[in-house]
Nanobody
């Protein structure tokens, strides 16, 4: 079992930045961030391989968001810059039991409780 705890969400204005953190109870393999806005399905945001050498991004966040990890701290980060109102959602951290990152939520075995990100215009 892996417990994941997200932090760093909040209320910001458009154009601002936030950094989300996800602390795992032990070292994990591929990690991902997903988000769910009200009335919408959960969608992929970013993922990173176990080594950190490979990353994946959803098209709308490319160039604005950066996923990274510190395996010594069992923590993955999501740096979000140039935030837009459409980024408003609950952001979830997820851990997979595979090495390579993937966009498929079904590939992730463990999920955090989520952290709210609200971007005002």
């Amino acid at each position: 079992q892996v417990q994941l705890v997200e932090s760093g969400g909040g209320l910001v204005q458009a154009g601002d930045s936030l950094r989300l953190s996800c602390k795992a109870s032990r070292l994990t393999y591929a990690m991902g961030w997903f988000r769910q806005a009200p009335g919408k399905e959960r969608e992929f945001v970013a993922a990173i391989s176990w080594s950190g050498g490979r990353t994946l991004y959803e098209d709308s966040v490319k160039g604005r968001f950066t996923i990274s990890r510190d395996n010594a701290k069992n923590t993955v980060y999501l740096q979000m810059n140039s935030l837009k109102p459409e980024d408003t959602a609950v952001y979830y951290c997820a851990a997979a039991t595979i090495v390579s990152p993937t966009t498929t939520p079904e590939a992730y075995d463990y999920w955090g409780q989520g952290t709210q990100v609200t971007v005002s215009s």
